[in-house]
């Protein structure tokens, strides 16, 4: 029925996920450390967000954080190509930065500040002409669930 | 972080605010020129002395609104300069009237905003940015994370959250300009339509439409306008800071809580005041949690114990630590354009003691705190 399921997926924001597989079933998120001050920014970056130093390298960060906070959107904003409700948290990364996304596989009873979450990539797509994209999810670190899992919009 | 010296002393001459609401039959241009007209009236200041105007709006209703909106006063040749800095984009205009005065380079200045918001979640990023699809530009769901994480480390309870709608929607009532006049129980704002857990409705501002205006001048100069300072309030400080490294990495939506102190410290080093000398606040609450963490950020209680001030009355009217004395966003609603120079309309009517129902007994200090995406924020402070 659709055709976009044979066409390449592409990384939701290629600044802050490289895609480490062609099918999009592996990637990793970006970041960078300033070698002056050794901060972590999430995302490329061209100079350090804590000292303004230009001497940064590439950091691929961790692929599991504590969820620092969480909130089960109802009223989702315009744009949002999936369910709701949906769940978003706010993942402190052991490198320092917090990465928002939203939480997959986790029923409301497990949610809890403190959990430990994994990283989790999902298929979207929005619209038959567009490329399916693969956005970053977190999901509870104890959810046997395998990484890569597609959502049917 | 400002490190210019004020130069001559600023003083609010005049102020006026269009009643916040939905206006649809009203264009943003003479939604906001009516806040001036309102203003220039409170004064009795020519249009012809004004020299020059900022306009702070952020929805795109067309080009040069601002000079739409004064053409109809006459065409004047002043600068008039439309500022867009997120829900601060009022207050920054009134920043930069503040430092065009203060600096020397005019007399006389108007800063005014006006906005219409569109209903639904207010979102940031344009409508093809990624974060459309990361779920993560969503300003109540914002606020909710930082609410769930504040209850979780300070033992607030809801109730306590709950009591701070309740308070603006008390001051509202007697506020005939606010959107949202009818008073509620804390069981009332609880069972509200949940937006993003644990924020339900009624502890969201509305998206409002309404405009501001304030004209300010240089105390030297009042008599050169036929102006007397009977009515003048003095602009004590304007700050205006953007966001700190903090740690987060930036990603944009994990905001700081306390983004707010920066621009409190540089506001209370230019004044000379501190938090103890503060006999009203305006903060910007466009979530329950929202006023808390200012209220913390400006340093007006510990962090941690807003919601114990707020449970004990304290700021309400007639509390020790009057805060949101007209309805603040929650019960005024939320025009990112006017907000912040509603707040100053707030403060200077009660520091000239005609605030009426809800004027704050012997009030000679307030504070004004407004805050934006991209971490902006604003703190002024007044006094007669």
């Known amino acids: 029925m659709s055709t976009h399921r044979n066409l390449a997926p592409v990384s939701v924001d290629p600044a802050r996920l490289r895609l480490d597989a062609a099918d999009g079933s592996a990637g990793t998120l970006l970041g960078m450390r300033c070698l002056d001050c050794s901060a972590y920014v999430f995302g490329l970056a061209v100079f350090c967000q804590a000292c303004t130093s230009s001497r940064l390298e590439p950091a691929d960060l961790s692929r599991s954080g504590i969820l620092y906070s969480y909130t089960i959107v109802r009223v989702p904003p315009s744009g949002w190509p999936g369910a709701a409700p949906y769940v978003?948290?706010?993942?402190?990364?052991?490198?320092?930065?917090?990465?928002?996304?939203?939480?997959?596989?986790?029923?409301?009873?497990?949610?809890?500040?403190?959990?430990?979450?994994?990283?989790?990539?999902?298929?979207?797509?929005?619209?038959?002409?567009?490329?399916?994209?693969?956005?970053?999810?977190?999901?509870?670190?104890?959810?046997?669930?395998?990484?890569m899992r597609e959502a049917h919009n | 972080m400002n490190r210019f010296t004020p130069g001559r002393e600023v003083v609010v001459v005049g102020v006026g605010l269009h009643p916040f609401g939905r206006f649809r039959d009203k264009d943003l241009a003479t939604l906001?020129?009516?806040?001036?007209?309102?203003?220039?009236?409170?004064?009795?200041?020519?249009?012809?002395?004004?020299?020059?105007?900022?306009?702070?709006?952020?929805?795109?209703?067309?080009?040069?609104?601002?000079?739409?909106?004064?053409?109809?006063?006459?065409?004047?040749?002043?600068p008039i300069i439309n500022v867009e800095n997120a829900c601060s984009s009022g207050s920054t205009a009134f920043w930069q009237a503040y430092w065009g005065i203060t600096s020397g380079m005019y007399d006389l200045a108007l800063a005014f905003g006006a906005e219409k918001v569109p209903g639904g979640p207010v979102t940031v990023t344009a409508a093809d940015s990624p974060e459309r699809f990361i779920g993560g530009d969503h300003m109540m769901a914002g606020y909710a994370l930082r609410m769930r994480r504040y209850m979780s480390e300070t033992g607030a309870p809801a109730s306590a959250l709950a009591q701070v709608t309740?308070?603006?929607?008390?001051?509202?009532?007697?506020?005939?300009?606010?959107?949202?006049?009818?008073?509620?129980?804390?069981?009332?704002?609880?069972?509200?339509?949940?937006?993003?857990?644990?924020?339900?409705?009624?502890?969201?501002?509305?998206?409002?439409?309404?405009?501001?205006?304030?004209?300010?001048?240089?105390?030297?100069?009042?008599?050169?306008?036929?102006?007397?300072?009977?009515?003048?309030?003095?602009?004590?400080?304007?700050?205006l800071t953007s966001g700190n490294y903090n740690g987060r990495g930036s990603d944009h939506s994990a905001f700081s809580p306390y983004r707010t102190e920066p621009a409190a410290i540089a506001a209370y080093e230019m004044s000379g005041l501190g938090p103890e000398d503060v006999d009203l606040v305006q903060v910007h609450d466009a979530a329950t949690i929202g006023e808390l963490q200012q209220i913390e950020a400006l340093q007006l209680?510990?962090?941690?114990?807003?919601?114990?001030?707020?449970?004990?009355?304290?700021?309400?009217?007639?509390?020790?630590l009057p805060v949101n004395t007209d309805g603040?966003?929650?019960?005024?609603?939320?025009?990112?354009?006017?907000?912040?120079?509603?707040?100053?309309?707030?403060?200077?009517?009660?520091?000239?003691?005609?605030?009426?129902?809800?004027?704050?007994?012997?009030?000679?200090?307030?504070?004004?705190?407004?805050?934006?995406?991209?971490?902006?924020?604003?703190?002024?402070l007044f006094k007669r």
């Open chain 2, 32 to 78: 906001a020129r009516d806040a001036v007209l309102e203003s220039l009236k409170d004064c009795d200041v020519q249009w012809r002395d004004i020299q020059v105007a900022y306009f702070g709006h952020v929805y795109y209703h067309g080009m040069s609104v601002g000079e739409t909106a004064l053409a109809s006063l006459g065409l004047t040749g002043i």
């Open chain 1, 88 to 147: 978003l948290g706010e993942v402190e990364l052991p490198e320092g930065p917090h990465v928002l996304a939203e939480v997959i596989g986790a029923d409301e009873e497990d949610l809890q500040i403190g959990i430990d979450v994994k990283l989790a990539l999902q298929k979207v797509t929005s619209g038959e002409s567009e490329k399916p994209r693969i956005v970053y999810k977190w999901t509870p670190a104890n959810c046997g669930q395998s990484e």
């Open chain 2, 166 to 239: 309740v308070k603006a929607r008390q001051n509202a009532s007697l506020n005939p300009y606010a959107h949202r006049k009818e008073t509620y129980t804390v069981e009332d704002v609880l069972s509200s339509r949940p937006i993003a857990d644990p924020l339900t409705l009624y502890q969201c501002c509305p998206t409002s439409e309404g405009s501001a205006a304030a004209v300010l001048c240089a105390r030297d100069a009042l008599g050169s306008y036929g102006l007397d300072d009977s009515r003048a309030v003095t602009v004590a400080a304007a700050a």
């Open chain 2, 301 to 320: 209680t510990p962090k941690g114990e807003a919601w114990k001030a707020t449970a004990e009355g304290r700021t309400a009217l007639g509390g020790d």
């Open chain 2, 328 to 380: 603040g966003l929650l019960a005024m609603g939320h025009p990112f354009g006017a907000t912040g120079i509603r707040m100053v309309h707030e403060t200077v009517t009660q520091l000239r003691g005609e605030a009426g129902p809800r004027q704050v007994a012997n009030a000679r200090v307030g504070l004004a705190q407004c805050s934006g995406a991209g971490d902006v924020t604003t703190v002024q």
